[in-house]
């Protein structure tokens, strides 16, 4: 069964940075595009960022581009989303996702909340 | 970036009703479109991939159409763990885009 469990979330002043974290089991981890999606508290769904499944290539939302940086280790089995110069509306619960093959979503985490306020 | 409007944002209905959900894409997106449940609380579900496959699991009740820039997600008779909120995912082209979702609410 596919697990994914994020960590590394909390409360974080304007400016600031965080690491988010996403451990990955249940599938062979190095053949799958994985993804970061967050949710801002009552409101929709925002595709954040994207890696291949060996880290070659990274894709970002605009509004994201130049402060996030997604990174993998595929031998820990973990994807990692790096937060910088991090604002209010960046405040959100972050999914760890992973693509199919088709580059939709079959399995997230739980999420991981991210608060930026002083 | 493609848009995806969804409509409508939110809906009443009954038990035993059939709803239809409709996402338009800005562009064509071929059949790179899915379409998710999510209840509060919980991450989204996905219930229908390639515009029209239902997932392994979820009830025959729900089913998908559409392809290129119109797509529909319809319920044939609205079960009481079915009032909550359903998105549609574009992932033809990046930045993957979602609809701004329909809660679904009951009557």
């Known amino acids: 069964e596919v697990e994914l469990v994020e960590s590394g979330g909390g409360l974080v002043p304007p400016g600031g940075s965080l690491r988010l974290s996403c451990a990955a089991s249940?599938?062979?981890?190095?053949?799958?595009?994985m993804a970061w999606v967050r949710q801002t508290p009552g409101k929709g769904l925002e595709w954040v960022a994207a890696i291949t499944d060996r880290g070659r290539d990274t894709h970002y939302a605009d509004s994201v581009l130049g402060r996030f940086t997604i990174s993998r280790d595929n031998s820990k089995g973990t994807v990692y989303l790096r937060l910088n110069s991090l604002r209010a509306e960046d405040t959100a619960l972050y999914y760890c996702?992973?693509?199919?093959?088709?580059?939709?979503?079959?399995?997230w985490g739980q999420g991981a909340l991210v608060t930026v306020s002083s | 970036d493609i848009q995806m409007t969804q409509s409508p944002s939110s809906l009443s209905a009954s038990i035993g009703d059939r709803v239809t959900i409709t996402c338009r894409a800005s562009?064509?997106?071929?059949?790179?479109l899915a379409w998710y449940q999510q209840r509060p609380g919980t991450a989204p579900k996905r219930l229908i991939y390639?515009?029209?496959t239902l997932q392994s699991g979820v009830p025959s009740r729900f089913s998908g159409g559409g392809s290129g820039t119109e797509f529909t997600l319809t319920i044939s008779s609205l079960q009481p763990e079915d009032f909550t909120t359903y998105y549609c995912l574009q992932h033809n082209r990046y930045p993957w885009t979602f609809g701004q979702g329909t809660r679904v609410d009951i009557k």
């Open positions: 249940g599938f062979t981890f190095s053949s799958f595009t």
């Open positions: 390639a515009a029209s």
């Open positions: 996702a992973k693509e199919t093959w088709i580059h939709d979503f079959d399995s």
């Open positions: 562009q064509g997106i071929r059949n790179d």
